[in-house]
DNA sequence: GCTACTTTCGGAACGTGTTCGAAAAGTCAA
DNA sequence: TTGACTTTTCGAACACGTTCCGAAAGTAGC
């Protein structure tokens, strides 16, 4: 493809390659393998360019991923947005651990760079969400942004923390059990034991999200909401 | 050092190296240039012994952070716990975020592998004062668990955050601030406009985290606190 | 046709964490 | 003294992300 002889005021050597072909692959590649097994040079032999030629169409593999994560969240079908401003938060925050959680990596990505300046407008709504559902329910535009970065720490510890240990849910201890530990030193750890890798298992963020939210916003109404 | 002819019935090739003259090394190293600037190579050189050597003695780079890092909250001074349940609460998760702030570093190996499996017992007294502080509030030791699980997501989400976007404060913006909004898609975002990056570089952790455990422990005791 | 200029392509190389396998240096039993 | 065994040491090598720099392939002006 792309083998016109010229787009007419275009100089320079003609490109072989075109991003969209790269994010493509790249997809491919995922779906294949996982997202651990992409790599630029596998990358790149599966396109069948050089390997630094990538180079001239993503800044780099952050970079790369960050585009597809932006394609991932477009595809994603935007929930009908309840009209109780503290629903409408919970939906657009749940939204947004879905989106991490189906595309973990992602999650580092954006926690090693900053979250609201890298992603398209495309996935601006869950932040416009959460922050004018803040906003509907009282909290002055300062206290928004800040439930947003708190609901936003809370999310992407969440999601990275389970996320790199299902990793080792395979091998050895699920989650994190030591059973050295001293009753006399920890004795609440040690009555607990052995079910803390079963309780750890449990999935507790819509109902910790739940009780942040509903903290966040109670304390940012002193007196009465509007 | 360690020059003795055998230790007696110690069979094999005697050491040069010991584990302990290895986290000596790197603490110099940390402590002249950073942690980004530690390398297994560098360290090695530094020791004069050869690359791989270190491999013997450590299993990879992740171990030898694990074990600066548990070196390190053994130096730390254990805060004086307040008898309120939930003061203890925040005074453990908060010397818990401070140690981690201290070294973001370790805030990525922790989220990389489990947090409680992975650190020696002189840091479980921080895991022990928050469960146990939740079970004195008449938390059950399943709601004490999820409370501990709650905080460290929360905890290592926004050292995670917060360290990697110092990074990119001396170059170009500091948070996560876009000028290309349209008003149209999200008002609120474009009315906060610039104002975004400095409500984002404000420490909000201790409000959000005192905020989190009223929420996660006012839950737990659906009828009267004991 | 020739010379600039511009853009794309990609091989070579660097530094990284890590693995493999062989050599070195000790103990122990015969 | 010899041979088996065990542990430590480390050079060579691998795959990774990334940078450098020269070659390739087009247009624009003369």
Sequence with gaps: MSRSPAPHGRTGRPPLTSRAQILVAARRLIDQDGWEKLTIRRLAAEIGIGTTTLYHHIRNKDDLLLLLLNHHIEQIERPQLPGDPRERVITAATALHDALT????????????????????????????????AGDHGCTPEQSVDVFRNIWYYTVGEVL??????????????????????????????????????????????????????????????????
Tied chains: 1, 2.
């Design 161 to 226: 923390v389970r996320a790199h240990s299902a990793r080792r849910l395979g091998e050895g201890r699920p989650f994190a059990y030591r059973d050295d530990l001293d009753p006399s030193h920890v004795p609440h750890l040690a009555a607990i034991g052995v079910r803390w890798a079963a309780l750890a298992a449990r999935d507790i963020y819509p109902e910790g999200l739940r009780t942040f939210v509903d903290g966040l916003l109670a304390q940012a109404t002193p007196r009465g909401a509007g």
């Design 102 to 133: 189906a595309w973990p990596w992602a999650a580092e990505v954006l926690s090693a760079d900053g979250f609201v300046g890298l992603l398209d407008e495309s996935a601006m709504w869950m932040v416009e969400a959460i922050v004018a559902g």
